[in-house]
């Protein structure tokens, strides 16, 4: 529970509850996302996130963080995306000691606005104002813990840093303790706790279409016996040309490198039970391990996404930005626009200019082909341009 009594301040209590949460879960009494959770509640922040990564090999070995539903999701985004563009990475790494960098002293507004990852990725996620630090860092492990404030909240205060430095001392006690507890263990696949928490139905398949991971929704679609199967751990669709057109848009995704544009190594396709009308969306993105961080193992991974046709209109951004391709800063233009918020409205939201609120206006309207609200909005409330069933045509490749 939050102790805290307001911005700029943090009370002993509201300390303690974070540093016991910190040692419950180096532990294993609690889930580490649940003790960011607590870290972000008692100093008022709008997300904590503790990244490990493997040294010898890049390899993402953890990725923990308080639990944002709006944004659900986009981390996968980040990893088969933007973790490469990412200008906090280089200052992250070079940080010795205690020391802590502050997005607002490296990154000035005018960089920003010409930043590819700020524009796309960070602004529509309300995620402008980062503060980093090392937990950890021996010749096999590289600790960061960032925490954000929201971009129309007030700054964390000086006595927000300092209690946010005495917290790190203790995080630094905690994590040593995990990873020597977790040094022998088998390594734990980032991916899959990422794709936990997505929303939609999601599972990861191998190159032989065998499962190696389903989330709760996922599981739920499959034991109902719908449109997706699971037979000797190797996925099928149940109409046999939906099973055909994924078996050849397989094939064309694992023809690609991974030097192909990422939003190239992807498609959509509509898929339905046997003996009935189309009723979801299956969107298929290629995850090559060279280009990822390894988040999801060694290996090459194709991740399928489900949306529900009878649930109508997807509002998730999220959701919309798979289902058509779009940038997650498109995805929350062309999800607000549709609602009917005015470019003004989502400027001030987002904390950027009105002109690049338009320009990524007008890149929504030619992507999906369209020239204005209504449009736009009617759009949404269909499928992807040019996607017909899978047994009618190719399916779309974004």
Known sequence: MTQRSSFGEITETAFDACVSAVYQASSGRMEWNDACNVIAENFALRMVHIIGVD??????????????????????????????????????????????????????????????????????????NLSGTKLLDDERHAVLLGVMRAQHAPPLSTTEMAALSRLRRHLVSAMETYTSIHERADRINAGDAILACVPMP????????????????????????????VQSRVLHLSRPHDDKALGLELLRLNARSADTLPRSRRFVMRIGRRDT???????????HPESSMQVFGNGPRTILMLHSLQRGVPVDPFVIGHLFGLTPAESDVATAIAQGETPEAIGERRGVS?????TQIRSVY?????????????????????LRAAGESTSLRL
């Not at 190696?212 to 599981?219: E, H, L, S, T, Y």
């Not at 009105?354 to 338009?358: P, Y």
């Open 55 to 128: 040294k010898r090999d890049g390899r993402l070995e953890f990725s923990w963080q308080s639990l944002n539903r709006e944004h659900q999701g986009w981390e996968l985004d980040y990893y088969a995306y933007y973790h490469g563009r990412n200008p906090r990475l280089g200052p992250a790494m070079a940080l010795q000691g205690d020391e802590w960098f502050h997005d607002r002293e490296l990154f000035d507004d005018r960089f920003v606005a010409g930043d590819e990852f700020f524009q796309e990725f960070a602004l529509p996620l309300d995620a402008r």
């Open 366 to 386: 030619e992507k999906l082909d369209v020239s204005r609200q209504t449009e736009l909005a009617w759009l949404l409330a269909k499928l992807p341009p040019g």
């Open 354 to 358: 009105l002109s690049t609120v338009r």
């Open 202 to 229: 999601v599972l990861s398949i191998d190159d032989a279409r065998r499962v190696r991971f389903m989330n709760d929704a996922a599981g739920q679609l499959v034991e109902q016996g719908g449109a997706v199967t």
């Open 277 to 287: 009308p189309d009723d979801w969306v299956l969107v298929g993105l290629r995850i």
